[in-house]
């Protein structure tokens, strides 16, 4: 069973960064497919971004501007946020699976964490 807990969300204003991480539980095969989605109150679930090796594909309104990372070591998974929008406003979580590896299938992965709160301000 994997357990994955995010952190590093908070508030910034338009045009600022931030880093989110997700540690996961025990250790996570590298063969997993492991990802950012995220929900905005009456929005539907988007996947941003997923990682397995050197495969990292991005949802068309993050690209650019986001970039997944993981540290293996230390079983993180990084999100950088850079030239935040009022729009990315949302609750961050992070997901993954021992087989699919898919940005529309990325918010139905069977472990997710919690999720953490980005508020970006205008």
């Known amino acids: 069973q994997v357990q994955l807990v995010e952190s590093g969300g908070g508030s910034v204003q338009a045009g600022g960064s931030l880093r989110l991480s997700c540690a996961a539980s025990?250790?996570?095969?590298?063969?997993?497919?492991m990802g950012w989605f995220r929900q905005a109150p009456g929005k539907e679930r988007e996947g941003l971004a997923l990682?397995?090796?050197?495969?990292?594909p991005y949802a068309d309104s993050v690209k650019g501007r986001f970039t997944i990372s993981q540290d293996n070591a230390k079983n993180v998974l990084y999100l950088q946020m850079n030239s935040l929008k009022p729009e990315d406003t949302a609750m961050y979580y992070c997901?993954?699976?021992?087989?699919?590896?898919?940005?529309?299938?990325?918010?139905?992965?069977?472990?997710r964490g919690q999720g953490t709160q980005v508020t970006v301000s205008s």
């Open positions: 997901a993954a699976d021992p087989g699919r590896c898919s940005l529309t299938g990325l918010p139905d992965y069977p472990f």
């Open positions: 025990g250790n996570v095969p590298r063969y997993y497919c």
């Open positions: 990682i397995r090796g050197s495969y990292t």
